[in-house]
């Protein structure tokens, strides 16, 4: 498995179409995230910007293998293990991009309360909004499973819906997504610091419960 995950993270890395979603959570981070804003509000948005993110980065690894390469790695270690390679790499990928945007939204940012009335503890606000990040990176990574070949082979369904449902996992109720942002931004509020450890845990359900259905699929539907 090990040799998979480096095969996929070498062929992520060399096609460079990585940098659109990473461009773009870039630019977001820079429209949403402005330096001495409250540290929870900033960190609830650089979170919940990470999900359409996350689930474009798995898009961009399941199809980024030329089907007889696919094919080749499906004979020699399963189609479900290949699958499951290609699809971990993604949320690998938004992790670092998520951390390392809470690393720099903590630095620029106010610890403080919205309305700057209670001091906030930066390391403690830090991690939640790691946390909070790793939520979205886990539920972005259920709907780019489930957006993408096998689930959905044809681009013209595919892509509206992962834009979709990634929208719909950011503001339904319930959604595991929308309750770690909104405790951000209901502790800025108090300068009370939330840890999302329920919404994580239920974000990594729906994530490998995703994964594993389609790398299910996988031996059922050929890739060209």
């Known amino acids: 498995m090990t040799a998979l995950l480096r095969y996929q993270?070498?062929?992520l890395l060399r096609s460079q179409r990585w940098l659109p979603p990473v461009v773009l959570y870039a630019a977001a981070l820079g429209i949403g995230v402005q330096g001495g804003q409250p540290v929870l509000d900033s960190l609830g948005w650089s979170a919940a910007v990470l999900l359409p993110v996350a689930a474009w980065l798995v898009r961009i690894s399941v199809t980024g293998e030329p089907p007889a390469a696919r094919g080749c790695a499906a004979a020699a270690r399963g189609p479900g293990?290949?699958?499951?390679a290609?699809?971990?790499?993604?949320p690998a990928a938004a992790v670092v991009l998520g951390a390392a945007a809470t690393v720099v939204v903590a630095l620029i940012s106010d610890p403080v309360s919205t309305g700057r009335g209670t001091r906030v503890?930066?390391?403690p606000?830090?991690?939640?909004g790691l946390l909070a990040a790793l939520v979205c990176a886990l539920l972005g990574t259920a709907v780019g499973a489930l957006t993408t070949w096998p689930v959905l082979r044809s681009p013209g369904r595919a892509v509206p819906a992962l834009l979709l449902a990634a929208l719909l996992a950011l503001v339904a109720s319930g959604s595991p997504a929308r309750a770690a942002v909104s405790g951000l931004v209901t502790g800025s509020r108090s300068g009370a610091v939330p840890l999302p450890l329920l919404p994580l845990a239920a974000?990594?359900?729906l994530a490998s419960a995703a994964t594993a259905a389609a790398c299910a699929l996988t031996s059922r539907r050929p890739s060209s």
């Open 9 to 11: 993270a070498a062929l």
């Open 81 to 84: 293990r290949a699958h499951l």
């Open 86 to 90: 290609s699809v971990l790499v993604a």
């Open 121 to 123: 503890a930066l390391l």
């Open 125 to 128: 606000a830090a991690g939640a």
């Open 203 to 205: 974000a990594a359900a």
